[in-house]
């Protein structure tokens, strides 16, 4: 066991954007610590408390082995960095909310009939923010304004869109990922890169606010989709741009309600996707 953490830690990673590559995995959590290294704290912690919970209960070996079950736990380590300020309570939630993905991941592979992908992690995130935001919500992050831009950034809104499927804002984070990703397969990483790409001039002509744009805000979601739907062959182009585009939708309904949208936006429009075509294999 000791021998392979390392490995598993790195799948539990690289499992977020769907790479089962250690090196990759290890990659992202140093573009992650170049940002700020107690968010890559927070993701390391959240990975190991998935895993060794699924390993404690008895779950299958191989997939824990994989990052299968460490990558929902990432997330959900990122989140609360992110989401509420540094205390016990906080470390408290952190693993509280990663082993309780570990028991959604295996609802939904129990009920099978569609991919959970970070499903888990935005259950488990959205409980623990309403608990937090009605029984301490002293514990929340103070909101940060960002300044807004008057101008579109093209390279920081395609870099971000990359990061920020990690809650990275910052560019160079975003291109560590890019080359983690091209690292462990090219073709994830030029998906991602589509994804991130193929919104920017319909937001853009729009006339979405700079600054979320440049943010990434509205990119992350669809980087998951493209990747999640690039199923290597050349009929996957239409659910690709469907699910991009409808995933931007669902983003931007979210950011103008106000709603902690995580990646829901991603899941509902893979989802959807994907129930099209069984529908229209039948």
């Known amino acids: 066991m000791g021998m392979t953490l390392g490995q598993w830690i790195g799948r539990g990673v690289g499992q977020v954007m769907f790479q ?51 990558f929902n736990g990432t997330l959900v380590g990122l989140a609360v960095g992110v989401l509420f300020l540094p205390s016990w309570m906080s470390l408290l939630l952190l693993f509280v909310g990663s082993a309780l993905s570990v028991a959604l991941v295996r609802l939904f592979s129990r009920w099978g009939k569609l991919p959970g992908y970070t499903a888990p992690f935005i259950l488990a995130t959205w409980l623990l923010y309403g608990i937090v935001v009605l029984c301490c919500p002293q514990h929340l992050q103070t909101a940060t304004t960002v300044a807004g831009s008057e101008s579109y950034g093209f390279v920081d809104a395609v870099l971000c869109g990359i990061g920020q499927v990690m809650f990275q804002t910052h560019p160079w984070t975003g291109l560590v990922f890019f080359l983690a990703l091209w690292l462990s397969s090219w073709r994830a990483a030029v998906f991602a890169l589509i994804g991130s790409l193929l919104p920017l001039p319909v937001v853009m002509a729009l006339g979405v606010e ?29 659910g690709v741009v469907a699910a991009v585009f409808l995933s931007v939708l669902l983003q931007g309904v979210g950011m103008y309600a106000g709603w902690l949208t995580l990646t829901a936006p991603f899941v509902l429009a893979t989802w959807t996707v994907l129930l099209v075509k069984r529908w229209k294999a039948e």
């Open 20 to 70: 089962n590559n250690a090196v990759a995995g290890w990659l992202m959590l140093l573009g992650i610590a170049l940002n700020a290294w107690q968010l890559a704290l927070a993701a390391l912690m959240g990975n190991v408390t998935g895993s060794l919970s699924a390993w404690i209960v008895g779950l299958d070996r191989d997939a824990i082995r994989q990052g299968l079950y460490g």
């Open 210 to 238: 700079a600054s979320a744009v440049n943010l990434g805000l509205l990119g992350y979601n669809a980087v998951l989709c493209a990747m999640a739907l690039d199923d290597g062959c050349s009929s996957c182009w239409k």
